[in-house]
T-cell receptor, first 113, second 109 residues
């Protein structure tokens, strides 16, 4: 089974902190994605990457950046955490091309206080 | 901009019922279509892909109507364990999946 592992299940950070969310997949998938999920708003795409060192902005990239130095790892960075970034963050991966479904990690519930 | 829309429900049905969900999409260039299942406080999991010819997996049937720009999911003989939120997802070339907000199904005995 494809496994997508997110480093933390729950995280509490203070406003203004720099926050790193890590995601690792073990099936040599080319594509990786970061979404956030909020009640009433559904899943919203933050950033995605089709290859090492490549990144594309999603629908809500403001306040976030990403890093993909290795194929299996895709990191989401909150440059200066704010309370409106309190959310469930979900990482996903897939094979190259648009015809494959995604496999999600179990999510990181981030609370910014 | 509402690219993918679903009826949020909840759909409350008894065990054994047949229930259908629809999902409309706005971009006619959409190429790939999927249904995901998400249990409470869990990540979405791929339920099935949706092909132009329709596809079936046990009690689940997915269909695509390109002319009217919607996909559907039919669940026959509902089980208590089918209670979950069902998300549709749509892909266009060169972009990532766009998800609907989900339809909540509650199956009761």
């Amino acid at each position: 089974d494809v496994k997508v592992t997110q480093s933390s299940r729950y995280l509490v950070k203070r406003t203004g902190e720099k926050v790193f969310l890590e995601c690792v997949q073990d099936m040599d998938h080319e594509n990786m994605f970061w979404y956030r999920q909020d009640p009433g708003l559904g899943l919203r795409l933050i950033y995605f990457s089709y290859d090492v060192k490549m990144k594309e902005k999603g629908d809500i990239p403001e306040g976030y950046s990403v890093s993909r130095e290795k194929k299996e790892r895709f990191s989401l960075i909150l440059e200066s955490a704010s309370t409106n970034q309190t959310s469930m963050y979900l990482c996903a991966s897939s094979l190259a091309g648009g015809n494959y479904g995604y496999t999600f990690g179990s999510g990181t519930r981030l609370t910014v206080v | 901009r509402k690219e993918v829309e679903q009826d949020p429900g909840p759909f409350n049905v008894p065990e054994g019922a047949t229930v259908a969900f629809n999902c409309t999409y706005s971009n006619s260039a959409s190429q790939s279509f999927f249904w995901y299942r998400q249990d409470c406080r869990k990540e979405p999991k791929l339920l099935m892909s949706v092909y132009s010819s329709g596809n079936e997996d046990g009690r689940f049937t997915a269909q695509l109507n390109r002319a009217s720009q919607y996909i559907s999911l039919l669940i026959r003989d509902s089980k208590l364990s089918d209670s979950a939120t069902y998300l549709c997802a749509v892909n266009q070339a060169g972009t990532a999946l766009i998800f609907g907000k989900g339809t909540t199904l509650s199956v009761s005995s």
